[in-house]
């Protein structure tokens, strides 16, 4: 009988990565992928032979692609696929060019960055990574300036094909999308910082080496701490480079996501596990079991501009339509911030300590607000445990450093609890508690 080595649990974690609900994408069935190399693993040495027996057919393939393989970048749809269509197409797409407000593209040289930013020009300066645009609306209707941006090789960003996504690139993509305002995010300015699940480890990062730049900073489901213990070794032989032909995890991976249920379909939750992977980390964003109430990630609406668009249809269609996409979820399961990042969070804890012992000038000049980082996560998240999290930040950021706050649903939280979201963000700003 088949034993399945992969927990329930694996199927989900951060596909993130727009700045939309989508990223983190309609949830990989890993537990599908882990069968099916199970079920044929005595014909993995036939496979290498067929592919090297087929692979003059596959580099003349993929060089009609987007990118050939001695490009450094590949298009985006912006690029690729935009220009063929008219306005009232582009407008019907699954993700349309203006699914937010305030669009901008930034030229770089690793590709273009979508951008997007709107709210009051006075308002408080709200930067958000990734997969929440329901608190980034929630934010501008309280009077806040935001911006949101595309992950590289998402949505509208180009993906730089041989640069592994980390937090080197991550950060690039931050300081990009900042100085390309027309509004003093820097200097003189500084702006509160929102990440959520993967987008909660590159936060992370970012404010442990500019802290001069983040007035605030508000963690939600954050990866980064999540213990090694979680991850098996089926997941480590799929991510891990070399071992599995590129060609034939992508295509694994991708009509996973392109089986994605439609919301309309009830979909039973899956036995609880506690155990997790890193690439649960990445696809989370979108799962496609539905919450206490019955509301389905899938379903969920993306932008209140755009109220028919929908995650289920947004993940399909960026598998589909944009070459970077899969390379660049693979890259970022592989190279992002979402464990073993304990020395970037004492990091900042070490900062707080030192500025809640300063004068009281000092305090207001220096420092987050409040002295603290707000955390905050899901009561039921399989992804990010709750009491793991709560033991591993507390001793790398310091008992009086950190302010917790948690909410009753899984890892989806910033999404389909939006509102409450945004409440206990405002509440943290106003008495830091």
Request: net charge negative; glycine share 8%.
């Amino acid at each position: 009988m088949y034993h399945d080595p992969l927990p329930s649990n694996v199927k989900q974690l951060l596909f993130s990565v727009y700045p939309i609900e989508i990223p983190s994408m309609a949830i990989i069935d890993l537990d599908g992928i882990s069968q099916t190399l199970h079920q044929h693993q005595h014909q993995l040495s036939l496979l290498a032979a067929g592919l090297a027996y087929i692979g003059l057919t596959l580099v003349l393939r993929a060089r009609s692609t987007t990118a050939s393989q001695n490009s450094k970048i590949i298009f985006s749809p912006k690029k690729t696929l935009l220009p063929q269509l008219s306005e009232q197409e582009a407008a019907d797409l699954p993700y349309p060019p203006d699914v937010l407000p305030g669009a901008r593209d930034v030229d770089s040289p690793y590709g273009s960055l979508r951008v997007y930013e709107w709210g009051p020009e006075d308002g408080r300066k709200v930067l958000m990574v990734h997969g929440i645009s329901g608190v980034a609306h929630g934010l501008v209707d309280k009077g806040c300036r935001v911006m949101l941006f595309d992950l590289w090789g998402r949505g509208y960003s180009d993906a730089p094909l041989n640069l592994p996504q980390d937090t080197q690139l991550f950060t690039t993509a931050i300081l990009l999308a900042l100085t390309t305002s027309p509004l003093p995010w820097t200097g003189s300015s500084t702006f509160a910082l929102v990440g959520y699940s993967l987008g909660g480890g590159i936060s992370a990062s970012f404010t442990s080496h500019f802290p001069a730049l983040v007035s605030s900073l508000i963690l939600l489901a954050p990866a980064g701490l999540v213990r090694a213990q979680h991850i098996n070794r089926t997941n480590k032989f799929l991510y891990s480079t070399g071992l599995v032909p590129e060609l034939v995890l992508e295509h694994i991976i991708r009509k996973r996501l392109q089986a994605v249920p439609s919301a309309a379909v009830p979909v039973k939750p899956a036995e609880e596990s506690k155990r997790t992977t890193a690439a649960d980390a990445v696809t989370e964003e979108i799962p496609k079991f539905p919450d206490e109430k019955g509301a389905s990630f899938n379903g969920a609406v993306l932008s209140q501009l755009r109220p028919q668009v929908t995650v289920a249809a947004a993940v399909a269609w960026q598998t589909q339509y944009h070459e970077g996409f899969i390379k660049s979820f693979i890259s970022s399961i592989r190279y992002g911030p979402i464990l073993d990042q304990q020395a970037e969070w004492r990091r900042i804890g070490a900062r707080l300590a030192a500025q809640n012992a300063s004068s009281a000038e000092r305090y207001e000049r220096e420092g987050l607000q409040h002295g603290k980082v707000l955390i905050i996560c899901g009561n039921r998240d399989p992804v990010i445990v709750k009491e793991e999290l709560v033991e591993d930040a507390t001793e790398a950021l310091r008992d009086h450093c950190v302010c917790f706050k948690f909410c009753d649903t899984g890892h989806e939280l910033p999404i389909v609890r939006s509102e409450t979201v945004v409440g206990q963000i405002w509440d943290f700003w106003e008495t830091g508690s």
